[in-house]
């Protein structure tokens, strides 16, 4: 008679590959959350209902997971997702939020994502404090593993640790305030360097955001003035995030930093973008790197900027305004961009 082979241990087939918190807006939410990146082995395809005893003992250990409504959008959703079945990383999401509410937090946003590779997931959750988001990641991944190994029995200790870890420093907030980020696939770096020509104050502070750094870290400033988005074609993320939809959101970060009635530089014809900009309280110029600007582009512009007869033209503000030769040396879209962003600082634009 042939054995039913011995399911593996969560604790050595479910392993952590990357932790850390974002300080700033980030891709996920428009609050600090924290992140860890798992391989899951074995468990991609073990879930709680087939794990006899899982979901019993996670529940005996934080009856609060009742109050969780999950995308079944009631009170016990969540338990019913468990007895139905699902997954690791899900499950290692809630956990980490419910040690936080049990120690006194309020937190609820979390998220929970395939990767690029099988067996691979990132999960982000919110945190009040930057430390107690990080200890309580690891934690929770060692509530999960012992839950599916049959030998969790309390969470005291954990949520005791959390509660000390509380009462220490968090990391400081960002006080920081810079001029303008500017974020794209390409051209980040010649848009920054023709603003700052551009900029009467050379101490100002022009930011390039990297696209990978905004996914994996978050904003690395709070506010703005103005934001520079030169195009949602994205080569420095993970596949998944290069696709139109990601890669909008992710952009679109920069705009929940810019102060209220500041100024967003959108490509003509992002009309996705150019309203979310709108939506949250910008103003919006838009550029193109030719003379096609559509008037579904020009008409709720606070300026357009185009490219005439290899000249920079600028419709707005002040009226129409060349702002000067391209340089055949170096991309357009970048240029056009830098010198629209300069010409809105002036006080007729700010209005």
Same mark, same amino acid.
């Given at each position: 008679?042939?054995?039913?082979?011995?399911?593996?241990? #969560?604790? =050595?087939?479910?392993?952590?590959?990357?932790? &850390?918190?974002?300080? %700033?807006?980030?891709?996920?939410?428009?609050?600090?959350?924290?992140?860890?990146?798992?391989?899951?082995?074995?468990?991609?395809?073990?879930?709680?209902?087939?794990?006899?005893?899982?979901?019993?003992?996670?529940?005996? #250990?934080?009856?609060?997971?009742?109050?969780?409504?999950?995308?079944?959008?009631? /009170?016990?959703?969540?338990?019913?997702? +468990?007895?139905?079945?699902?997954?690791?990383?899900?499950?290692?999401? &809630?956990?980490? *939020?419910?040690?936080?509410?049990?120690?006194?937090?309020?937190?609820?946003?979390?998220?929970?994502?395939?990767?690029?590779?099988?067996?691979?997931?990132?999960?982000?959750?919110?945190?009040? &404090?930057?430390?107690?988001?990080?200890?309580? #990641?690891?934690?929770?991944?060692?509530?999960?593993?012992?839950?599916?190994?049959?030998?969790?029995?309390?969470?005291?200790?954990?949520?005791?640790?959390?509660?000390?870890?509380?009462? @220490?420093?968090?990391?400081?907030?960002?006080? %920081?305030?810079?001029?303008?980020?500017?974020?794209?696939?390409?051209?980040?770096?010649?848009?920054?360097?023709? +603003?700052?020509? /551009?900029?009467?104050?050379?101490?100002?502070?022009?930011?390039?955001? =990297?696209?990978?750094?905004?996914?994996?870290?978050?904003?690395?400033?709070?506010?703005?003035?103005?934001?520079?988005?030169?195009?949602?074609?994205?080569?420095?993320?993970?596949?998944?995030?290069?696709?139109?939809?990601?890669?909008?959101?992710?952009?679109?970060?920069?705009?929940? #930093?810019?102060? /209220?009635?500041?100024?967003?530089?959108?490509?003509?014809?992002?009309?996705?973008?150019?309203?979310?900009?709108?939506?949250?309280?910008?103003?919006?110029?838009?550029?193109?790197?030719?003379?096609?600007?559509?008037?579904?582009?020009?008409?709720?512009?606070?300026?357009?900027?185009?490219?005439?007869? @290899?000249?920079?033209?600028?419709?707005?503000?002040?009226?129409?305004?060349?702002?000067?030769? *391209?340089?055949?040396?170096?991309?357009?879209?970048?240029?056009?961009?830098?010198?629209?962003?300069?010409?809105?600082?002036?006080?007729?634009?700010?209005?």
């Amino acid at each position: 008679m042939t054995g039913v082979a011995a399911r593996p241990e #969560a604790a =050595s087939e479910i392993r952590m590959t990357m932790l &850390h918190a974002t300080r %700033g807006k980030n891709f996920w939410s428009l609050r600090p959350v924290t992140r860890m990146d798992l391989q899951v082995g074995a468990f991609d395809e073990i879930s709680s209902a087939e794990a006899a005893g899982t979901t019993e003992r996670l529940v005996a #250990a934080m009856p609060g997971l009742v109050e969780h409504r999950c995308s079944i959008g009631e /009170r016990g959703g969540f338990i019913v997702r +468990l007895r139905r079945g699902t997954y690791a990383p899900h499950i290692i999401e &809630h956990v980490a *939020l419910e040690l936080q509410t049990m120690m006194g937090h309020e937190v609820g946003f979390g998220r929970t994502r395939g990767g690029d590779v099988e067996g691979e997931y990132t999960l982000v959750f919110e945190h009040r &404090h930057e430390q107690v988001g990080l200890r309580a #990641a690891a934690l929770a991944l060692e509530v999960v593993q012992q839950a599916f190994d049959g030998v969790l029995e309390s969470v005291d200790a954990a949520v005791t640790e959390l509660r000390a870890i509380a009462e @220490g420093p968090d990391t400081p907030p960002l006080h %920081g305030r810079v001029l303008c980020g500017i974020i794209g696939g390409d051209g980040r770096a010649e848009a920054q360097q023709a +603003l700052r020509e /551009r900029l009467e104050d050379p101490e100002q502070l022009v930011i390039d955001v =990297s696209p990978n750094y905004l996914l994996q870290a978050g904003l690395p400033y709070a506010r703005s003035r103005m934001a520079i988005i030169l195009d949602a074609e994205l080569t420095d993320v993970p596949p998944r995030y290069q696709e139109e939809a990601l890669a909008i959101k992710l952009v679109n970060v920069l705009c929940d #930093a810019v102060e /209220r009635d500041g100024m967003v530089i959108c490509p003509a014809k992002a009309w996705e973008i150019q309203d979310y900009a709108r939506d949250s309280g910008c103003r919006v110029a838009v550029f193109a790197a030719d003379e096609r600007v559509t008037s579904r582009d020009t008409r709720r512009a606070r300026a357009v900027a185009l490219v005439r007869d @290899g000249r920079i033209v600028i419709d707005g503000c002040d009226g129409v305004s060349d702002a000067g030769a *391209l340089d055949p040396a170096l991309p357009a879209a970048p240029q056009v961009a830098a010198a629209l962003a300069a010409t809105t600082l002036c006080t007729e634009c700010r209005r």
